[in-house]
């Protein structure tokens, strides 16, 4: 039994480690490919060569941290199998053909058209070359979709019928399946994070270089553009976190009680909890600092709802209430600060002080990783906070794991954890590197351009003499 | 046979692991040979050759699993236990491997040590890929739809022989493909090592086949009891002779032949490994239709795939094109 319960946390610890580390480079990706996009046509549209020189610099940088995405994504892909067999087994016909939409419909054309986007500009010209650009990230945007759906099914499982061996078997519509009651929420919270991460480490590296150059046209370039976006999403942001909370009260109120650290039932007006230590033992949160009824205004809209707590809750099923307390509260204080960020950039901007203000630029430097933390920070919220099931409601992570020992599990774990953090310690570093030399009138390809094959390629308009860019 | 949806499901399954092994199959050869090339321009060459498509030929590892996963749940979970810890060293191998691509062109000081680990990420995940068809075709105990072995019952003499098989094999899909993309001095050094590994590669297919017979009574009932000896021996006899212009087409200079024709022997060890293996999935114990997925999650994946897959291959192969002819600074055409 002993034996039993190790395998589950040490399986459980290496998910978490893999797709937390995997996740940092989708978050940045699905976002830099748009803004890619956006810089081309920006390109296309005014033939601005400062554009290019843009695009050219993030293009890089892009380039590292999809390959990181993508070696990161491939072991995702399997360790439902190596480790999650009998999940696997059981919510395969459900949540396996979403999955496999995904590789069709999405990894796929990323990786048939990221090799052009890449190395290809000479070889098609610039037309074909910019719809290269927009199916990368188009491809970012689908791959988010169906693994997010896949990612809502099992928080709020619907559609399905249980066979007698436990197996979940698609019902009547894969609508039903595809569209569950969180999926919605889930996308749009989960993607415009993507965009504001992305944002907020653009807005930095144009920072960064505003210190050093106030007069650097690529740096203002770039914080504005990252600063706009801060501003406007930021708050798009959290509104949508919030209808994304209340779905969950609906769905999941257990996650909810954890997340608040309700662990008692309030029948007039439940207190918003800032700050304290959940006491799991003694279950109360210790040194707490609070809004009386606050709680029930945010969720219920009335200042006397009642909202039950974890005490109607067997403590067998509830979830590890401090992780998912703590994790949520992160999250959301650098959601406000993110918000902080994107005001104080309008007032610079009106005060005309934007590139000029070394103080806004140290911040944005400061927020620049914050993306991450606040994104991890929320999937750790919703992912504890939907234990001790795999499938919420229907099926234990007790009862989902592969039968490996613990030793097996343990040396894997070990492997990876020695691995992502020398290679992908690595390649954060080289993407550092990258960012810390501003970027150029003139700036190149990606070094590693494929040496042009012979006469044959119809030479592009782009290379022709006297074209605004050229290089 | 009858054609059932899982029968279809198969072939699908089949389809994306053949396109996986001769794909990804050249660019790991590539980084299994890495070593062989001087640095410098031959490295880079052989490097760029594939640098435009490695990661479109790798998402074919994805959907066999992916699609492994959705169609047959069952076979999906199984195989992967079975075999945890080769599942494990192929996925840290293709880590190596697939960020060396980037790495070694942003650190040049540290250039040596990406370049070694592509060489040990691909040789890795080669040699792992090759055990784990060992460990499945020696046979996986289960029971009660659950493996029942232990962590290290796929080590076996014959899933080290198929291990072996495999590195020669991607080492000789890789030596044609740069045969055909590189020229001069590293064009010949490749045409050489494709001889090498030519042979190699015959030898080690000569090998599992002279010992797979011996695993299981059902192999040999197979390939060797009338009539279907009239078809399975049709095998072994393509394959000599598609040897036979293999190395024929390697001495006489070819540029591309050598590529396709490897192709080609990859499709007919594919045929022979259907035979002894179809309609189990895993041999002797779970069927294909023990482990399908019903048939609703089989008719929703199909329709994906039949609308989807032709253009994946549409702008796959349009994708070759723009990267096609020589590598090299000047053209053959």
């Known amino acids: 039994m002993f034996e039993t319960l190790d395998a589950v946390l040490l399986a459980r610890m290496q998910f978490a480690f893999t797709v937390s580390f995997h996740f940092i480079f989708p978050s940045f990706s699905i976002g830099l490919a748009s803004y890619l996009a956006v810089l081309e046509a920006l390109w296309l549209r ?3 060569a400062l554009y ?8 890089k940088i892009f380039a590292v941290a999809f390959a990181m995405g993508v070696v990161s994504g491939i072991v995702m892909s399997y360790q439902f199998g190596t480790n999650w067999s009998e999940f696997s087994t059981k919510a ?7 999955m496999a ?4 419909t999405a990894f796929f054309l990323e990786a048939g058209f990221l090799g052009v986007m890449l190395f290809g500009m000479s070889k098609v010209g610039k037309k074909l070359h910019f719809a290269a650009t927009c199916m990368v990230a188009l491809g970012t945007f689908i791959s988010a979709f169906w693994i997010l759906s896949v990612n809502s099914w099992m928080q709020t499982p619907t559609g399905f019928i249980m066979d ?6 698609p019902g009547d519509s894969w609508w039903t399946i595809v569209f569950n009651p969180s999926f919605p929420y889930r996308l749009v919270h989960t993607v415009i994070a993507a965009y504001l991460t992305t944002s907020l480490v653009v807005g930095a590296v144009g920072a960064w270089h505003l210190l050093r150059d106030r007069s650097d046209a690529h740096a203002r370039k770039m914080f504005s553009m990252a600063m706009w976006m801060a501003a406007l999403v930021a708050p798009v942001q959290i509104f949508a976190g919030d209808m994304h909370g209340l779905n969950t009260l609906e769905h999941q109120p257990v996650k909810i009680m954890a997340m608040e650290g309700h662990y008692q039932s309030h029948p007039d007006g439940a207190p918003l909890i800032l700050f304290g230590i959940p006491n799991s033992a003694e279950k109360r949160v210790d040194y707490a600092i609070e809004i009386p009824k606050a709680s029930s205004l945010i969720l219920k809209h009335d200042l006397n709802a009642p909202l039950a707590g974890l005490d109607t809750v067997p403590d067998a099923l509830e979830p590890p209430v401090p992780i998912v307390f703590w994790s949520f509260r992160i999250m959301v204080g650098l959601g406000f600060a993110m918000l902080g960020l994107g005001l104080w950039s309008l007032v610079a901007r009106a005060r005309k002080r934007l590139y000029d203000w070394p103080w806004l630029h140290r911040a944005a430097i400061v927020m620049g990783p914050s993306g991450f933390v606040a994104v991890i920070a929320g999937w750790v919220t919703t992912e504890v906070g939907r234990q001790p099931y795999t499938v919420y409601g229907h099926l234990l992570t007790a009862q989902s794991h592969s039968p490996l020992g613990a030793p097996a599990v343990a040396v894997s774990l070990i492997a990876f954890v020695l691995v992502y953090c020398a290679v992908f310690g690595a390649g954060i570093w080289y993407m ?3 960012m810390r030399s501003p970027p150029r009138p003139g700036e190149a390809e990606p070094a590693h351009e494929p040496v042009r094959t012979a006469g044959i390629t119809p030479a592009p308009a782009f290379n022709a003499p006297g074209a605004e860019d050229g290089r | 046979m009858t054609i059932d949806l899982t ?12 396109m996986y092994v001769v794909m990804d199959g050249f660019d790991l050869g590539i980084g299994i040979l890495f070593p062989r090339f001087s640095v410098g321009q031959e490295r880079d060459q052989a490097m760029n050759s594939i640098a435009p498509v490695w990661d479109g030929n790798e998402t074919w590892l994805v959907l066999g699993g992916g699609g492994l996963f959705a169609a047959f749940p069952l076979a999906y979970g199984l195989i992967l236990t079975a075999t945890y810890p080769l599942a494990i060293a192929m996925l840290l191998g293709l880590v190596f491997r697939g960020v060396a691509f980037e790495f070694r062109w942003r650190d040049p000081g540290h250039r040596p040590v990406w370049d070694a680990a592509f060489t040990l990420g691909s040789l890795v995940a080669a040699l792992s890929q090759g055990m784990m068809l060992g460990a499945i075709l020696q046979g996986i105990r289960v029971e009660d739809q659950a493996y029942a072995g232990g962590w290290l019952d796929w080590l076996t003499p014959f899933s080290l022989l198929t291990g072996f098989g495999v590195v020669i094999g991607y080492a000789l899909l890789g030596a044609t493909w740069l045969v055909w993309k590189l020229e001069g001095e590293a064009q010949a050094r490749a045409r050489r090592i494709a001889m090498i590994t030519g042979i190699g590669t015959l030898a080690a297919i000569a090998a599992v086949s002279a010992v797979t017979p011996y695993l299981q009574y059902d192999y040999w009932s197979r390939w060797f009891e009338m009539p279907g000896l009239l078809a399975t021996a049709l095998v072994p006899i393509f394959t000599a002779t598609i040897a036979f212009l293999l190395f024929r087409s390697l001495r006489k200079g070819g540029e591309r032949a050598p590529f396709l024709l490897t192709l080609a022997l990859f499709a007919l060890c594919f045929a022979g490994l259907g035979i002894s293996m179809f309609p189990y999935i895993v041999p002797d114990s779970i069927s294909i239709w023990d482990a399908a997925a019903p048939e609703k999650s ?3 994946m199909l329709v994906g795939v039949a609308i989807i897959m032709p253009v994946i291959l549409a702008y796959t192969a349009w994708a070759y094109w723009v990267f096609r002819g020589k590598v090299g600074t000047h053209g053959y055409h």
């Open chain 1, 101 to 104: 939409y995904e590789v069709l």
């Open chain 1, 46 to 48: 005014t033939g601005r």
């Open chain 2, 298 to 300: 089989q008719i929703f």
């Open chain 1, 164 to 169: 007698e061996a436990g197996r979940f078997l």
């Open chain 2, 7 to 18: 029968t279809i499901w198969a072939f699908i399954i089949a389809f994306a692991v053949f």
């Open chain 1, 432 to 434: 550092l590197h990258l």
């Open chain 1, 92 to 98: 395969g016909p459900v949540i396996g053909p979403l």
């Open chain 1, 52 to 59: 290019l020189d843009l695009f050219r610099y993030w293009l």
